[in-house]
């Protein structure tokens, strides 16, 4: 399997693993896309960019990945708060990537606004992961 499929393998395990999160948002609502019928919040997994910065045997590659959340709440406050949680969840955690070594995982940006034509708020969070084959 490849790195960008074991690290998403092992944050999914992660995140639906944590009570605090899976209360902030609908049942399953951790996808990898958004159904027009779904409950919000959700948190989607959104694009994965994923280059070698190596030319040697042993890759080192770069992971840029990003979450999307969707909240049809009247205001920032849920979607903020989901979004802290996964900032926290995921900001430089240990993960066992089986094949690989995760070297580093931080946030790299957040973006949250509201949709004009659904008036649902949407944030898009964004990481960048280095891994390393074991």
């Given at each position: 399997m490849s790195a960008r499929n074991?690290?998403?393998?092992?944050?999914?395990?992660?995140?639906?693993?944590?009570?605090t999160l899976t209360a902030l948002i609908a049942e399953d609502g951790i996808v990898d896309r958004r159904l027009p019928t779904q409950r919000l919040p959700?948190?989607?997994?959104?694009a994965v960019d994923a280059r070698n910065l190596t030319a040697d045997i042993e890759r080192t590659e770069e992971h840029k990945l990003t979450f999307e959340i969707w909240s049809d709440a009247p205001g920032r406050r849920e979607i903020e708060q989901i979004v802290d949680r996964l900032?926290?969840?995921?900001?430089?955690?240990s993960l066992s990537l089986d094949g690989y070594v995760l070297i580093n995982l931080q946030r790299s940006g957040v973006t949250v606004r509201r949709q004009a034509r659904s008036g649902y708020f949407y944030?898009?969070?964004r990481f960048r992961a280095v891994t390393e084959t074991a």
């Open positions: 074991v690290l998403q393998t092992a944050i999914h395990a992660v995140l639906s693993a944590d009570a959700v948190i989607v997994y959104g900032s926290l969840l995921l900001g430089d955690v944030a898009e969070v």
